[in-house]
T-cell receptor, first 117, second 116 residues
Framework: GAVVSQHPSRVICKSGTSVKIECRSL??????MFWYRQFPKQSLMLMAT?????????EQGVEKDKFLINHASLTLSTLTVTSAHPEDSSFYIC?????????????FGPGTRLLVL | AQSVTQLDSHVSVSEGTPVLLRCNYS??????LFWYVQHPNKGLQLLLK??????LVKGINGFEAEFKKSETSFHLTKPSAHMSDAAEYFC??????????????FGQGTTLQVKP
């Protein structure tokens, strides 16, 4: 399957600052990447679908001005948490989708732990 | 509408004994079904997937799952648990409608504990 990396793996920031998280597809050209958020002991929640060369599609309830997504190339998508607050502290995971005749499979990155003080 | 129910939030087994993690799904369309594993502070790793081919699917690390349409189930099994299997397991469904590409529905997860 596809190999996905994320950077940084962990970040601590002060309230009010912005944080950028990178998601890279190392061996596959991904026209679509996905951003998820996971709270402790919970399942993953899809935040948005990142489309190369166009605007991201956000899920209901996710503030697009708060979580800026840029998918400038087929191997890189970035998520910027703007004016971060403690409630934004979470585990952020990206994935890429590989389509095949039988359907699509998503491969996930290792995640980024964000702690906002 | 699609949904996934993992019937056990926590499963505890002894090392060397069989593992059974239960998953039921609901889908109006021909679904693809997946099991992913997540170790602490890590991303999700694909264990196996069902995409309308063979109903018994073999995955990595000795895991397998059987798609039973009549029971709408996709339970995950392993004959003999290893300490390294201790992790969180997610059953996931996606439909194959073109308009809904990429939308995954996650179960709530099952924590597998393996005792020595």
């Amino acid at each position: 399957g596809a190999v996905v990396s994320q950077h940084p793996s962990r970040v601590i920031c002060k309230s009010g600052t912005s944080v950028k998280i990178e998601c890279r597809s190392l061996d596959f050209q991904a026209t679509t990447m996905f951003w998820y958020r996971q709270f402790p002991k919970q399942s993953l929640m899809l935040m948005a679908t990142s489309n190369e060369g166009s605007k991201a599609t956000y899920e209901q309830g996710v503030e697009k001005d708060k979580f800026l997504i840029n998918h400038a190339s087929l191997t890189l998508s970035t998520l910027t948490v703007t004016s971060a607050h403690p409630e934004d502290s979470s585990f952020y995971i990206c994935s890429i989708g590989q389509r095949a005749p039988a359907g699509e499979t998503q491969y996930f990155g290792p995640g980024t732990r964000l702690l906002v003080l | 509408a699609q949904s996934v129910t993992q019937l056990d939030s926590h499963v505890s087994v002894s090392e060397g004994t069989p593992v059974l993690l239960r998953c039921n799904y609901s889908s109006s369309y021909s679904p693809s079904l997946f099991w992913y594993v997540q170790h602490p502070n890590k991303g999700l790793q694909l264990l196996l997937k069902y995409t309308s081919a063979a109903t018994l699917v073999k995955g990595i690390n000795g895991f397998e799952a059987e798609f039973k349409k009549s029971e709408t189930s996709f339970h995950l099994t392993k004959p003999s648990a290893h300490m390294s299997d201790a992790a969180e397991y997610f059953c996931v469904v996606s439909d194959n409608r073109r308009s809904n590409t990429g939308k995954l529905i996650f179960g709530q997860g099952t924590t597998l504990q393996v005792k020595p």
